[in-house]
């Protein structure tokens, strides 16, 4: 076992095992194809939130309990409450413009998706950011986390 000693703030020192580290990081899984999957994700996403008919779908997206969603600095936790406030918007009809997509992997195998554009709404047009996470699950992904501006 190898042990290291590392100065941090205020002159004290921490202790690190490095092979624990060597191990906790071995478990960490970096997937390789976060960018197609944060683009593809976010197509299907949109697609599926535009169309009246399929919006109710977004619902599979989400975790019945593991979900959570800001939305304009509200926040609600669970598929639900999340389609209670998706079905309560008061638009007719909505494009979402997505002018670009970044998506960064995370060390558990999610990947984090940041997205900016312009909402389209039937009389007027606004800037909009959304974030999500997408956490593993089996071999498909749930959005854990959903924050919206």
Not at 21 to 48: D, R, S
Not at 130 to 138: E, H, S, T, Y
């Amino acid at each position: 076992k190898q042990w290291y000693q590392r100065r941090v703030h205020g002159g004290s020192s921490l202790t690190i095992n490095s092979e624990f580290n060597l191990e906790l990081v071995k478990k960490m899984a970096l997937n390789p194809n976060f960018n197609q999957i944060g683009e593809m994700f976010t197509k299907q996403y949109y697609a599926m939130f535009d169309n009246a008919a399929t919006r109710g779908e977004l619902a599979k997206l989400y975790n019945t309990e593991q979900s959570f969603l800001s939305f304009e600095g509200q926040q609600m936790q669970g598929t639900a409450k999340i389609m209670e406030k998706i079905n309560s918007l008061t638009f007719q009809s909505i494009a979402h413009i997505v002018t670009s997509i970044d998506c960064h992997p995370m060390f558990d195998g999610g990947i984090l998706v940041n997205v900016m554009g312009q909402l389209r709404l039937t009389m007027t047009s606004q800037s909009f950011m959304q974030n999500f996470v997408l956490k593993p699950m089996g071999d498909s992904f749930f959005i854990q986390h959903d924050v919206f501006r």
